[in-house]
């Protein structure tokens, strides 16, 4: 599933982001190149992001 179309991230890109220690969705995308455009997938990535900081946190 795309999170960031104006980026074109997907879901899986994020959480590969989140799982390497990211903790906001700002830094994500700039490991990943870029910066939210728009900003609308911000609170979705940064759900993505507290998701796989909580699992790995168990």
Do not use: F, W
């Not at 799982?19 to 455009?37: C, F, N, Q, T, W």
């Amino acid at each position: 599933m795309y999170v960031c179309i104006c980026n074109g991230y997907r879901e899986s890109q994020i959480r590969a982001i989140a799982r390497s220690g990211v903790k906001s969705a700002h830094e994500a995308y700039e490991l990943l190149g870029d910066i939210p455009d728009c900003g609308t997938c911000l609170d979705l990535a940064q759900e993505i992001i507290d998701e796989e900081q909580m699992a790995k946190a168990s």
